[in-house]
């Protein structure tokens, strides 16, 4: 998109693999809060490594609740 209103945030998950997971909205639509919430849900995993998004979207479903 090219557009000023898209953001990406880049993450780090993962104590052995590190994966990178970047967090994309625009911020003329998302809500601030529901954006801060999953950033904090991200930032606050704690596993080893992430091989897919299967785990993180588990870990968001799981908290999300």
């Known amino acids: 998109l090219k557009t000023k ?3 990406i945030e880049e993450l780090q998950i ?6 990178i997971v970047n967090i994309l909205y625009l911020s ?10 999953v ?5 606050n995993i704690s596993i ?3 091989l897919d998004s299967f785990y993180i979207s588990q870990f968001l479903q799981r908290f999300c609740v």
């Open 14 to 19: 993962g104590k052995k693999t590190k994966t």
């Open 28 to 37: 003329s639509i998302a809500d601030k809060k529901i954006v801060n919430g």
């Open 39 to 43: 950033q904090k849900k991200l930032k």
């Open 48 to 50: 080893d490594g992430i």
């Open 5 to 7: 209103d898209l953001y």
